[in-house]
C-alpha cells in the first residue's frame, strides 16, 4: 500500500509518496527527475518504508521564485521533518546526491547511511567548460518545446531553462570547492554508485567529463578510503538502467548499519 501527502514549505508545496514497512528509505532525485524514477528500484526493495518526493519545479510539485542548492536543500528538510524520519539511509541520484550529502552532514546522527548515485563527485577541475554555449542550448527554443512536452507526461518539469543553468553552474563550483569538507563532516558510512560513462559519447568533450568525473571519485577515496565506491558500466540514467545494482547496495548498507524497524 502508499499513501500520497504534501508538504507545504515556504511558497512551494511538495508532493510525497510513502509506500511499505519497515527501515526507512528516503530517495532524493537530481534535476529534471520525478519521483517516478525510483519505481524499478523499489520493485527490488521489499520489506522497507520507502518515501519519495518531488522537488520544487518539478512533477507534482509547485513552481518556485528561486532554485538555488540552498532551496532544494530545503525542500529536503521540509519532507524529513514532516514524514519523521527515524534514522533513514539517503538514496540521492545527480543533484539528489549532493543534496543528500548535505543533509547528512548538517544533520548528525540523523541519518543511517547514504546511497550516493552518479553524483556528489569532489570533481578537481570544471565539467561545464562553456557556461555561454550551456544556457544557449538549455534555453533554446527546441528545448523549450520539449520542456513543454514533457508537462505532459509523469515526468512534468517547469524549471526555467536559465534557472537549470544557474544551477548546474552552482552544482558544479560546489563539487570542485566545497565537496571534500562536506565528507569530512560526516557521521555515517556512504555507499556510491558511479557511471562509467556518466556523459554519452565518444568525442572529446565526453572523455574530458568521464575522466574528470573518474580522477574526482579517486581524490575522494584517497581522502576517505571507507566510502565504497561501485563502478557501474553505463551512462548517467542508472535508476532506469541499473535498478537491481542500485536496490542491492541499499540492501547491503542496511544489514551494514542495521537501521531500526
Keep these: 500500500m502508499s499513501s500520497d501527502t504534501t508538504v507545504s514549505h515556504g511558497d512551494v508545496t511538495l508532493p510525497v509518496t510513502r509506500s511499505g514497512s519497515g527501515p526507512q528509505l528516503v530517495f532524493i532525485n537530481g534535476a529534471g527527475a520525478t519521483q517516478v524514477a525510483?519505481?524499478?528500484?523499489?520493485?527490488?526493495?521489499?520489506?522497507?518504508?520507502?518515501?519519495?518526493?518531488?522537488?520544487?519545479?518539478?512533477?507534482?510539485?509547485?513552481?518556485?521564485?528561486?532554485?538555488?542548492?540552498?532551496?532544494?536543500?530545503?525542500?529536503?528538510?521540509?519532507?524529513?521533518?514532516?514524514?519523521?524520519?527515524?534514522?533513514?539511509?539517503?538514496?540521492?541520484?545527480?543533484?539528489?546526491?549532493?543534496?543528500?550529502?548535505?543533509y547528512a552532514a548538517a544533520h548528525p546522527g540523523a541519518v543511517a547511511g547514504l546511497v550516493l548515485v552518479d553524483g556528489a563527485v569532489p570533481i578537481q577541475q570544471p565539467l561545464v567548460t562553456d557556461a555561454?554555449?550551456?544556457?544557449?542550448?538549455?534555453?533554446?527554443?527546441?528545448?523549450?518545446?520539449?520542456m513543454l512536452l514533457v508537462r505532459l507526461t509523469p515526468y512534468r518539469y517547469a524549471?526555467?531553462?536559465?534557472?537549470?543553468?544557474?544551477?548546474?553552474?552552482?552544482?558544479?563550483?560546489r563539487r570542485q570547492h566545497h565537496l571534500l569538507d562536506t565528507y569530512r563532516a560526516l557521521d555515517c558510512p556512504v555507499s556510491m554508485l558511479l557511471a562509467t560513462d556518466t556523459a554519452t559519447g565518444h568525442d572529446a568533450k565526453a572523455e574530458r567529463v568521464n575522466?574528470?568525473?573518474?580522477?574526482?571519485a579517486e581524490v575522494l577515496q584517497v581522502?576517505?578510503?571507507?566510502?565504497?565506491?561501485?563502478?557501474?558500466?553505463g551512462n548517467h540514467k542508472l535508476p532506469f538502467s541499473h535498478p537491481a545494482d542500485i536496490?542491492?547496495?541499499?540492501?547491503?548498507?542496511s544489514k551494514q548499519v542495521q537501521q531500526p524497524k
Excluded: C
Design 38 to 102: 525510483w519505481k524499478a528500484v523499489i520493485a527490488d526493495l521489499p520489506g522497507y518504508e520507502s518515501i519519495t518526493f518531488d522537488l520544487r519545479g518539478h512533477g507534482k510539485a509547485s513552481t518556485a521564485s528561486t532554485y538555488k542548492v540552498a532551496d532544494f536543500l530545503s525542500d529536503v528538510e521540509a519532507v524529513l521533518a514532516e514524514v519523521q524520519a527515524d534514522r533513514p539511509i539517503l538514496i540521492g541520484w545527480s543533484l539528489g546526491a549532493d543534496l543528500a550529502l548535505a
Design 132 to 146: 555561454k554555449a550551456m544556457r544557449a542550448s538549455v534555453t533554446s527554443l527546441g528545448t523549450k518545446l520539449a
Design 159 to 173: 524549471m526555467p531553462g536559465n534557472a537549470f543553468a544557474d544551477l548546474t553552474l552552482e552544482v558544479d563550483e
Design 211 to 216: 575522466r574528470t568525473w573518474r580522477e574526482g
Design 223 to 233: 581522502a576517505d578510503p571507507d566510502i565504497t565506491v561501485q563502478w557501474i558500466e
Design 247 to 253: 536496490a542491492a547496495a541499499i540492501n547491503a548498507l
